[in-house]
C-alpha cells in the first residue's frame, strides 16, 4: 500500500542537476550559491539582508546569540511550535516564559503576552518569539506595538510561512519575515518544509548591525572584515572577535534552495487549492478547521483540524496508510521544560488544543485521488 504522509519533499530533475553542477565544480562549500541563494531568498521574502545557517535551530541559535541573550534574559514565546523555538533561549541561558494562544488562530496570543508583561516589574522581559504557526502570519505590526511598548526585541520564528503575508493597518500586504517589524526572523528548509535543502535555514533581517553580526558568529566569530579587525599581519590574517559556531550551509545544500526557491509560489499555489478543498469537504460536518482569519495569506505549512475523538482518527487513518501527525506536544509539557517547573494546567487554552488536534497530509505534490482517499476516511470516522 503506498502510504501518504503529512509533508513531503518535491524534488525534480532540475534540482538534482542543480546540486550535480555543484558537484562538478570548484567549491562543496563556501562557494558562490551561498551568496546566491541569500540574495534571492531575501528578495522573495522582502527583507535587506538573509543569512543562510546550517539548520533552523542553529538560526534560532544565532538569533539569540545576536541579541545577546544570557542568563539574565526573560523571553517570553508560545507553546504551540516546535521546541526550538524556545530552546534556543536556553542555549543562550536565558529563562523562558511560555503566554497562552489565540483559541481561533492557535498562534501566541497578544493579550496573554500583554498581561504577562503587565504583571511583571518594567523592564522584566528581553524579547518575545512568536512563531507564524502552521503557516498562519502573526499580525507582527501589533507585536511590533506591544514589543516597543516594553522595550523587547522579537525573533519571528517563520519556518511555517515563507511566502505568507499579513495586512497591517494600511492595507499593505507585509510578508513573514520582511523585517519590517521584527528585529530577526528565521526559516527551516528540512524537507517537510516549504523549500527543501535536506538540512538548511535562514535568517532574514532589515537590521544591519545584525547582519554583520551573524555573518561571523555562523563562522566560529571569525572575520577578515578590516573594518573588525584591528591589525593585519598578512593576506593570511583573520581574528576570533567572539565565540561563534560552524552553522554554515554548503554549496549543494544552496543550490538545491536556489532550484526549489524558484518553484516556491507555485507550492504555496497548490497549498491554497488543497487547502480550500479540505475546508469544503468538511464544513458541516463535526471536524473543525482552522481557517485563516481576514486580510491573512496563510502559507499552509499545516492543515490543522480540530476532532472530539482524535486518537480514533489518529489511528485508523495509520490503518489505511494515511500518517496523520500532531503540532504540537506543547512544549511546556515535555519533560526538559516540566523540569524546569511547567506543569499541566499552566496553558489551559494550549493544553485544550492539544487534546484535539491532528495535522491532514498538505504537501504540494499530493494528488487529488489521494486528497479524496484522505477526505473519505477522515468523514468515515467523524460522522
Ligand atoms: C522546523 C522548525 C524549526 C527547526 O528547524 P530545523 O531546520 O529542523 O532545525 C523551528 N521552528 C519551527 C516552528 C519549525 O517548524
Known amino acids: 500500500m503506498k502510504t501518504i504522509p503529512y509533508g513531503r519533499q518535491h524534488i525534480t530533475e532540475e534540482d538534482i542537476s542543480a546540486v ?6 570548484d567549491f562543496l ?40 541573550v544570557n542568563d ?6 508560545t507553546p504551540i511550535t516546535f521546541a526550538a523555538s524556545s530552546n534556543c533561549i536556553r542555549y543562550c541561558g536565558g529563562e523562558v516564559h511560555f503566554a ?27 524579547g518575545i ?13 501589533a507585536f511590533r506595538q506591544l514589543a516597543d511598548e516594553h522595550n523587547l ?19 499593505q500586504q507585509q510578508n513573514c519575515g520582511n523585517g519590517k517589524y521584527a528585529d530577526l526572523a528565521i526559516f527551516s528548509f528540512h524537507p517537510v518544509k516549504h523549500i527543501a535543502c535536506g538540512e538548511g535555514g535562514m535568517i532574514t533581517t532589515n537590521r544591519q548591525d545584525l547582519y554583520d553580526k551573524l555573518l561571523f558568529l555562523r563562522t566560529h566569530g571569525i572575520t577578515k572584515d578590516p573594518h573588525l579587525v584591528k591589525d593585519s599581519h598578512g593576506g593570511w590574517y583573520y581574528d576570533m572577535i567572539d565565540l561563534g559556531y560552524n552553522y554554515r550551509l554548503t554549496d549543494m545544500q544552496s543550490a538545491l534552495g536556489i532550484s526549489q526557491l524558484s518553484r516556491a509560489d507555485e507550492g504555496l499555489q497548490r497549498r491554497r487549492v488543497i487547502a480550500n478543498r479540505y475546508d469544503e469537504a468538511f464544513n458541516g460536518s463535526h471536524i473543525r478547521t482552522l481557517s485563516a482569519k481576514k486580510g491573512m495569506g496563510h502559507a499552509y505549512h499545516l492543515y490543522v483540524i480540530l476532532t472530539d475523538n482524535r486518537k480514533e482518527l489518529y489511528d485508523f487513518l495509520k490503518e ?7 503540532h504540537y506536544i ?30 491532514l497530509p498538505m504537501y504540494p505534490s499530493m494528488t487529488d485521488q489521494e486528497q479524496t482517499f484522505v477526505i473519505e476516511k477522515v468523514l468515515e470516522k467523524s460522522q
Open 330 to 359: 506543547p512544549t511546556h509539557l515535555l519533560s526538559y521544560y516540566r523540569q524546569l517547573g511547567w506543569k499541566e494546567g499552566d496553558l489551559p487554552r494550549a493544553e485544550n488544543y492539544y487534546s484535539r488536534c491532528l495535522s
Open 100 to 126: 497562552d494562544i489565540d483559541p481561533e488562530t492557535m498562534l501566541l496570543d497578544l493579550d496573554k503576552a500583554r498581561s504577562l508583561l503587565e504583571t511583571h516589574p518594567k523592564n522584566t522581559f528581553s
Open 129 to 141: 518569539v512568536p512563531v507564524d504557526f502552521s503557516g498562519h502570519p502573526v499580525d507582527m505590526e
Open 320 to 326: 489505511w496508510g494515511i500518517y496523520a501527525q500532531v
Open 72 to 77: 539574565t534574559s526573560k523571553v517570553i514565546t
Open 153 to 171: 526585541w522579537i525573533i519571528e520564528d517563520a519556518c511555517h510561512a515563507p511566502g505568507g503575508y499579513f495586512t497591517d493597518s494600511a492595507g
Open 20 to 25: 550535480a553542477d555543484v558537484l562538478r565544480s
Open 29 to 68: 562549500t563556501q562557494g558562490p550559491k551561498v551568496h546566491e541563494f541569500e540574495e534571492k531568498f531575501a528578495q522573495y521574502i522582502g527583507s535587506r539582508y538573509a543569512v543562510a545557517v546550517s539548520n533552523g535551530t542553529a538560526a534560532l541559535h544565532l538569533c539569540a546569540m545576536a541579541l545577546e
